[in-house]
Every structure is written in structure tokens, then in C-alpha cells.
């Protein structure tokens, strides 16, 4: 008995389809978590693809490095940029303004005191009030006479 003749492209799920896209991706070397995109490594990052105008930031999952890769207008690729990043503690910053006040690499030797501030405004109060004692001086001294 005779089988009947169908086109190759009907019902033969064998046979590729023509209008099925026959694009497979391939695997990257990248990934993408929590709005982050991992890279590994320097030549991963230089063939990420770019969009027009636009940049991005890789991290790079093989050391402490992260870059920046754009492009222009046109879609040349720019320059990649590379940065190396460390990890800082904040235990050397102050905890107070208490201690800001007594850190010892501040000199506080060119400021004065509350106390000598007063001292000075009450002096040059008087001494408006008295145009005769102006140029005289509490310790005595006398400024230009």
C-alpha cells in the first residue's frame, strides 16, 4: 500500500519550519542579578554589547574591578574604563561631634573662646558708648597714641 505524499514543511515535527525563527542563542558570558551585570573578566566586558548612546556598568566576577562601557551617537564604542574598588570601614570616622571637637590633628590655636569673644564684644560695646577710651586697651596698652 501506497503512503500518501505530504510537502516536507506539513505536520512533520522533524522537519524545521520555515516561519519558526531559527535564531538560538548562544551562551553568554555575562549575568544579570539584582540589576547588576556580571561579567567575567576584562575581554568579556570589552565584547558586551552597547547600545547607541548609551553606557553600562560591568562588574567583574573575577576580581575587584567594575567597568564602564559606552558608546556614542553613532554606536562606535567608546573607551572602556576600568576601576578597581575596596572595600572601606567606617569604624576611623568620628562617632560624635564630641569627639570631632577634641580630635588632635584640628588646631583650634588661631580660634578664640566664648569667654575672650564676649570679653572682646563688651569692650568694643564700651568703647562706642565712650568715644574718649576707644583706642585704650583693657590690659592697659595703648593702640596708637
Known amino acids: 500500500m501506497a503512503m500518501p505524499y505530504f510537502p516536507?514543511?506539513?505536520?512533520?515535527?522533524?522537519?524545521?519550519q520555515m516561519y519558526q525563527n531559527q535564531y538560538i542563542p548562544q551562551q553568554q558570558t555575562q549575568q544579570q542579578s539584582g540589576g547588576l551585570t556580571w561579567v567575567q573578566g576584562i575581554e568579556a566586558a570589552k565584547s558586551y554589547p552597547v547600545s547607541a548612546g548609551q553606557s553600562i556598568l560591568l562588574m567583574d566576577s573575577e576580581s575587584n574591578s567594575f567597568f564602564i562601557k559606552s558608546a556614542d551617537a553613532s554606536g562606535m564604542p567608546?573607551?572602556?574604563?576600568?576601576?578597581?574598588?575596596?572595600e572601606r570601614t567606617?569604624?576611623?570616622?568620628?562617632?560624635?561631634?564630641?569627639?570631632?571637637?577634641?580630635?588632635?590633628?584640628?588646631?583650634?590655636?588661631?580660634?578664640?573662646?566664648?569667654?575672650?569673644?564676649?570679653?572682646?564684644?563688651?569692650?568694643?560695646?564700651?568703647?562706642?558708648?565712650?568715644?574718649?577710651?576707644?583706642?585704650?586697651?583693657?590690659?592697659?596698652?595703648?593702640?596708637?597714641?
Not at 567608546?78 to 575596596?86: A, E, I, M, Q, S
Not at 560624635?96 to 570679653?119: G, H, K, M
Open 8 to 16: 516536507a514543511s506539513y505536520a512533520n515535527p522533524y522537519m524545521p
Open 78 to 86: 567608546l573607551p572602556l574604563r576600568v576601576f578597581d574598588y575596596t
Open 90 to 145: 567606617i569604624n576611623n570616622a568620628p562617632k560624635t561631634a564630641q569627639e570631632t571637637r577634641t580630635d588632635p590633628s584640628i588646631d583650634l590655636s588661631a580660634y578664640v573662646t566664648r569667654d575672650e569673644l564676649e570679653s572682646r564684644i563688651s569692650e568694643i560695646m564700651a568703647s562706642k558708648r565712650n568715644p574718649d577710651n576707644r583706642n585704650d586697651r583693657k590690659d592697659g596698652q595703648n593702640n596708637g597714641k
